[in-house]
């Protein structure tokens, strides 16, 4: 199963939820001095020409003058040095409290987008779940789009878990998960629905090109290499069924395509039905 730290390793380490560097402390102690030593200069500087110069215009240069130029210097600087000291460290203490707020920021926005991961995915085969699956159709139903819908089920499952065990299951799931994704596309919407069944939603295009699409699905899987027992092959196959979606299918919209997945299994399985309209009947692609 999908943990969060394996998602907040994986999915979400990239460079952009790092924390900007100009909100992270500095750490080494020459910091703390140069930033005193600007201080201190910075008030020696301004204690120096303020005393001198008022000193100048009221009384003139005299030896006075001497004696009050050092102590504009000695005085600032003495008091200035803890004084600095002491800014500077709060200072740092401030930016370090940032720092920890903005990382901590990050880390909980990576916790949450993790999460949200997990709550729409399903685990094993990293797709979309059953209930997000069904939440993109509802968006697409939203957005007026001309969506076809594909339902696809492993046949003879159960004995494929009966015969080699779970584990071999399992892989068979995934070997069918890559070719679904890889032939779908990153255009569209594919999700694990049930234990064996996936579902496909094809965004924007006709009941032809869904039938194509299907139909090298199909033969892909055909011939997809599955050996759950050394030496010993075991073919793959799925039946599939299509529908276009309407505005009237929104209450149940995967009715019609699981009827139709369900006449190319009564059929004889490894085959695609789709539904059409009129009439709600159902036609064999292959």
Not at 124 to 141: A, I, P, V, W
Not at 200 to 207: A, C, F, I, N, R
Not at 231 to 243: C, D, E, M, P, R
């Amino acid at each position: 199963m999908v943990m969060v730290s394996d998602v907040l390793n994986t999915n979400l380490a990239v460079d952009d939820q790092n924390p900007p560097s100009e909100v992270l402390p500095p750490k080494s102690r020459t910091y703390v001095i140069y930033q005193t030593a600007k201080i201190v200069i910075f008030s020696v500087f301004l204690s120096f020409v303020l005393t001198t110069s008022s000193y100048y215009l009221m009384y003139g240069a005299d030896d006075v003058l001497y004696s009050a130029a050092l102590f504009s210097i000695i005085i600032p600087a003495l008091c200035s040095l803890p004084v600095g000291w002491y800014i500077t460290l709060q200072k740092q203490k401030v930016l370090e409290l940032n720092s920890n707020l903005v990382r901590s920021s990050f880390e909980l926005e990576q916790l949450n987008e993790a999460l949200q991961y997990e709550a729409t995915h399903d685990a094993m085969t990293k797709l979309l779940n059953r209930g997000s699956f069904l939440s993109k159709l509802e968006d697409r139903f939203n957005s007026s789009a001309s969506d076809v819908l594909l339902l696809i089920d492993i046949d003879h499952f159960k004995s494929i878990n009966d015969q080699y065990g779970h584990h071999q299951g399992d892989e068979a799931i995934l070997i069918v998960t890559s070719i679904i994704d890889q032939i779908s596309g990153p255009d569209s919407s594919v999700g694990r629905v049930g234990g064996e069944e996936f579902a496909v939603l094809l965004h924007d295009v006709s009941l032809e090109s869904a039938i194509k699409v299907a139909e090298m699905t199909r033969r892909e899987i055909e011939q997809a290499k599955f050996t759950p027992k050394q030496g010993k092959a075991h073919k793959l196959t799925v039946s599939i069924g299509i529908a276009l979606l309407k505005d009237s299918d929104r209450r149940y919209p995967m009715r019609k395509a699981d009827a139709a997945l369900y006449a190319a299994k009564e059929d004889g399985r490894n085959k695609i039905a789709v539904h059409y309209y009129p009439g709600d009947g159902y036609k064999l692609a292959s």
